[in-house]
């Protein structure tokens, strides 16, 4: 059974790529054939480990019905760990999905041969940092919804519209399976009183969704994308592989990957 995981946070900046791409790169360590699947136009994760960004390569055609979703899987350096690129023309997706029938399930369609292959344990869809058209289609096409949350000021704002859309997404009927999965916390920061007061905020307020690893704020991790590396080939012993390989092991254990 394959299980979709859609990483999303309305806004930019908040570790969202990072954690999409060591997540997959963690899983893929642990043995679980995974699928990452970029959807972000500026094709952060599909540098990060590695991958040129090349026209054709990624889903923009197939969803104009060239080709087909598993064609475009790309392995990476990493075992058990699969790519699906992005490309600049990803961007054009979001205007053009409006004009198709059925819009939000655009992506659900696409990956339905995917999921049905058997092929990949976890697919990760990477997703842009907007709730625009190609945020809701992984939304419609996921399991669960891993949010990445910052430990910074004006998070928890963030956070209650993105449940919103989940609550509006189920409601609709359009993925009456959605969940949201769990709470990343990222970028935390122990010397600083506002890292803490977030992170216990937010604990608070969604005790059961808050994942206990919880993600530093990293030079390492932030440089580890520039190198075309995953935290764990750039610097296996860091605190933010540490970190990574944790959240690995939680997501593995709370949705049964393994």
């Known amino acids: 059974m394959t299980t979709v995981f859609s990483v999303a946070n309305q806004k930019g900046g908040v570790g969202k790529t990072t954690t999409a791409v060591n997540l997959s790169a963690g899983l893929a360590l642990q043995g ?11 094709a952060n ?10 026209e054709g390569k990624s889903l923009y055609p197939v969803f104009h019905g060239e080709g087909t979703a598993s064609e475009k899987i790309q392995p990476t350096t990493t075992p058990n760990l699969s790519i699906i690129p992005s490309e600049v023309d990803m961007a054009a997706i979001e205007s053009e999905l409006l004009q198709k029938e059925n819009y939000l399930t655009q992506l659900a369609n696409l990956l339905a041969p995917l999921r049905a292959s058997g092929r990949h344990r ?3 869809l990477d997703c842009p940092p ?22 910074e000021y004006l998070a928890m704002e963030g956070l209650g519209q993105i449940l919103n859309v989940v609550g509006q997404i189920r409601d609709a009927g359009i993925n009456p399976a959605l969940n949201v999965g769990g709470i990343v916390l990222t970028m935390f920061d122990v010397r600083t009183n506002l890292s803490r007061q977030v992170a216990a905020e937010v604990r608070q307020y969604y005790p059961e ?11 390492r991790l932030g440089e580890a994308p520039s190198h075309g590396k995953s935290i764990f080939d750039y610097d296996p012993i860091s605190p933010g ?11 593995t254990k709370r949705f049964s990957l393994a």
Request: proline share 3%; with cysteine.
């Open 45 to 54: 994760a599909t540098s990060a480990l590695g991958l040129p960004k090349e």
């Open 241 to 251: 592989a540490t970190a990574y390989a944790a959240l690995a092991s939680e997501i």
């Open 209 to 219: 969704l808050v994942f206990s690893s919880m993600i530093p704020r990293s030079i």
């Open 130 to 151: 907007a709730l625009g058209m190609l945020s809701m289609n992984s939304l419609a096409a996921a399991d669960h919804l891993l949010i990445a949350l910052q430990c």
């Open 122 to 124: 976890a697919i990760v």
């Open 32 to 42: 679980i054939s995974t699928l990452l699947i970029d959807l972000d136009s500026q």
